[in-house]
């Protein structure tokens, strides 16, 4: 099967610039994951979702972030505007949504360098 | 969200056999135990999963202690390709799957 598909693998913005991140996952996985992962640390969830519902977004700083998953397949992770402590991995996972599913899949990640 | 400690880091000869515990001393008793790993520029990678019983696949084997309040990754044969960081993390019902700042493993040839 395809893996979960992330574009662009790189990109370099000015602060205060705008980037959006956009990720595809694997056909059928409902639950889909944003990550931030920050040079030398784990990745830090930022937003989950279930479908096109959210089910988490308590780490996700709203005031410059913002993601939606419109149609419940492909999903997009905006930073507007973005503060140089936002260069990162953005990393996309995605699961099978059943009972006892519970592999997670990871893209290989958009490295965003805020300069 | 219960909480998992892990070494920051271990190392090991290659062709031996490694133990990277974990501890969760308030996991409860519908969270699961899973481990991912994630290799150099590469998303974390699953590796293996369980909730009680002791679990092998492939890849690794999960030893799971009694009390549920400590488990260990086993990987039988290290490959200098086993160096990563690994994560042991906890699931419950929600999926919400919170990693922490793992175990780098060291490989030495």
């Known amino acids: 099967e395809a893996g979960v598909a992330q574009s662009p693998r790189y990109k370099i913005i000015e602060k205060r610039q705008s980037v959006a991140f956009w990720c595809n996952p694997i056909?059928?996985?409902?639950?889909l994951y944003w990550y931030q992962q920050i040079l030398g640390q784990g990745p830090k969830l930022l937003i989950q979702?279930?479908?096109?519902?959210?089910?988490?977004d308590s780490q996700l700083p709203k005031d410059r972030f913002s993601a939606e998953r419109l149609k419940g397949v492909d999903s997009t992770l905006k930073i507007q505007p973005a503060k140089l402590e936002d260069s990162a991995v953005y990393l996309c996972a995605s699961r099978l949504a059943s009972p006892g599913a519970n592999v997670l899949t990871f893209g290989a990640g958009s490295r965003l360098t805020v300069l | 969200d219960a909480k998992t400690t892990q070494p920051n880091s271990m190392e090991s000869n290659e062709e031996e056999p490694v133990h990277l515990p974990c501890n969760h001393s308030t996991i409860s008793g519908t969270d699961y135990i899973h481990w991912y790993r994630q290799l150099p520029s590469q998303g974390p990678e699953y590796v293996i999963h369980?909730?009680?019983s002791n679990v092998n696949n492939r890849m690794a084997s999960l030893a799971i202690a009694e009390d549920r309040k400590s488990s260990t990754l086993i990987l039988h044969r290290a490959t200098l390709r086993d160096a990563a960081v690994y994560y042991c993390?906890?699931?419950?019902?929600?999926?919400?799957?919170?990693f922490g700042t793992g175990t780098r493993l060291k490989v030495l040839a």
């Open positions: 056909s059928g996985h409902a639950t």
């Open positions: 369980g909730l009680t």
């Open positions: 979702f279930q479908n096109n519902g959210v089910v988490d």
């Open positions: 993390i906890l699931t419950s019902g929600t999926y919400k799957y919170i």
